[in-house]
């Protein structure tokens, strides 16, 4: 697996990545790219389109979960949350690729967050018409970008951590 350097492998792996090649996440990663005068602009566009790209992807996809899906019992809503959570990590993986500029992560960053906050209002709204039941209040709450990573990591290791960061052995 060869690290991209250069302006060329970064764009190749980027237009992977904006096809829904996952894979190369551990190459971007791995990568180093000076940024210079003449490919800065071009570079900070076309991450930022890979970047939307994938987003819309998602966004097609979680829609099409709550239509294809029926969401008959709070179980299947809770189901169709996580799912949705869990593809947001490959986005929030992106945006962390160590090899872009910081300057590129905080706006990609603030994009993804704004962009959550703007599904859990909007799932709230629609939910608050319907039903509106405790359960399904407290699971768009918990639609939240910083509890991704961090339930993905507790389920990978079988381990509970509580709030106060001490792990509960039974």
Not at 10 to 20: A, E, K
């Amino acid at each position: 697996m060869k690290a991209p350097t250069t302006y060329s492998e970064w764009i190749n792996l980027l237009n992977q990545f904006g096809d829904g090649n996952d894979s190369v996440l551990d190459q971007l990663n791995l990568g180093s790219f000076l940024i210079d005068a003449g490919t800065a602009n071009r570079f900070y566009h076309k991450v930022e389109e890979v970047y939307k790209k994938r987003k819309q992807n998602w966004l097609d996809k979680f829609q099409k979960s709550f239509q294809l899906q029926s969401l008959k019992t709070e179980d299947d809503f809770e189901i169709a949350l996580r799912n949705g959570k869990q593809n947001l990590i490959v986005l929030n993986h992106f945006i962390n690729v160590k090899g872009l500029p910081e300057d590129l992560k905080k706006m990609l960053q603030k994009d993804l967050e704004d962009f959550i906050t703007e599904i859990r209002t909007s799932l709230k709204k629609n939910n608050s018409k319907t039903s509106g039941s405790e359960k399904i209040q407290v699971l768009l709450n918990s639609f939240q970008l910083n509890t991704t990573s961090t339930e993905i990591k507790k389920e990978s290791f079988n381990e509970i951590i509580a709030p106060t960061g001490r792990k509960i052995l039974f």
